[in-house]
């Protein structure tokens, strides 16, 4: 099993800077990719960045040069830095991992932008 717990999200303003952890634990060798995904209000989840375990990275088009996604040191720890965040980023944000074709979540951390 691996778990994943996220943590960072708040309340920030339009223009304004968060960021993201996702800590995975349990057992975590063969992850072959961790990643964010998030879902507003009244809409279906969607995937926002995902890192793989060769740092390969990919960002959905609306999150194109505001947001970047990292991993930590330690390797189990995923970081997603969010800038020039607007009203429409708000969302409940999960951290994802897949591993064996099998997909791990966290509950999800609460960003919300607005003034």
């Known amino acids: 099993q691996v778990q994943l717990v996220e943590s960072g999200g708040g309340l920030v303003q339009p223009g304004g800077s968060l960021r993201l952890s996702c800590a995975a634990s349990?057992?975590?060798?063969?992850?072959?990719?961790m990643g964010w995904y998030r879902q507003a209000p009244g809409k279906q989840r969607e995937l926002v960045a995902p890192?793989?375990?060769?740092?390969?990275?990919y960002y959905a088009d609306s999150v194109t040069g505001r947001f970047t996604i990292y991993r930590g040191d330690a390797k189990n720890t995923v970081y997603l830095q969010m800038t020039s965040l607007k009203p429409e980023d708000t969302a409940v944000y999960y951290c994802?991992?897949?591993?064996?074709?099998?997909?791990?979540w966290g509950e999800g951390t609460l960003v919300t932008v607005s003034s």
């Open positions: 994802n991992g897949l591993k064996y074709g099998k997909n791990y």
């Open positions: 349990g057992r975590i060798f063969s992850i072959s990719s």
């Open positions: 890192i793989t375990s060769g740092a390969g990275t």
